[in-house]
């Protein structure tokens, strides 16, 4: 749905910028068990995606999604990020980002955990330098707070019975982009 309203207003042409970009992301994970205090530490992951933006109006703020594809030892997901940009500078462009994440589980590496869709708040602050009008190079730091459960494994019970142990997300990770200004 983002993606669509990014496309629908980049065609309309009520957009000062739009901008497509490839980015590389490397980081690690931890899983907070959802009722108790036990924590899975220690699972690196790495992200390749697609970036689109756009400026409504103003130049200083930045609409943003796109796809990323997220693999670790537990599993893989496709995440669309969406989150809002405030950009400072011209040449050097510090800049902070607030937004949030749906990730669909594709596959999983582990048989011990079930992966599930989920979704999370998004944050992050970095730096971006115009190489020229058009290109640009970011490298910026995002975390991620999952709200709905990443993970799930299963637990028996007396008597035959299972119940399922959820974990939420959490992690940060660095990434690299360069950027295409239309």
Request: glycine letters at 10%.
């Amino acid at each position: 749905m983002i993606l669509l309203l990014l496309l629908l207003t980049a065609l309309q042409g009520k957009s000062q910028d739009f901008i497509v970009g490839a980015k590389l992301g490397i980081g690690n994970a931890k899983f907070k068990n959802q009722s108790s205090s036990e924590v899975l530490k220690g699972y690196a992951v790495s992200r390749a995606g697609i970036s689109l933006a756009f400026s409504p109006y103003f130049s200083k703020i930045q609409l943003i999604s796109g796809a990323e594809f997220e693999s670790s030892k537990l599993g893989n997901y496709l995440s669309i990020p969406y989150a809002a940009r405030l950009i400072l500078g011209e040449k050097y462009q510090p800049f902070v980002e607030l937004g949030g994440y749906y990730s669909f589980a594709l596959n999983a590496k582990q048989t011990e955990y079930f992966l599930k869709n989920n979704a999370g708040v998004r944050v992050g602050l970095g730096m971006a330098y115009a190489i020229d009008k058009r290109l640009r190079l970011e490298f910026g730091y995002f975390q991620r707070f999952g709200l709905s459960a990443a993970i799930e494994k299963e637990i028996e019970l007396p008597a035959n019975q299972y119940a399922y142990d959820s974990y939420l997300m959490q992690g940060g990770n660095i990434e690299i982009a360069v950027k295409y200004r239309f």
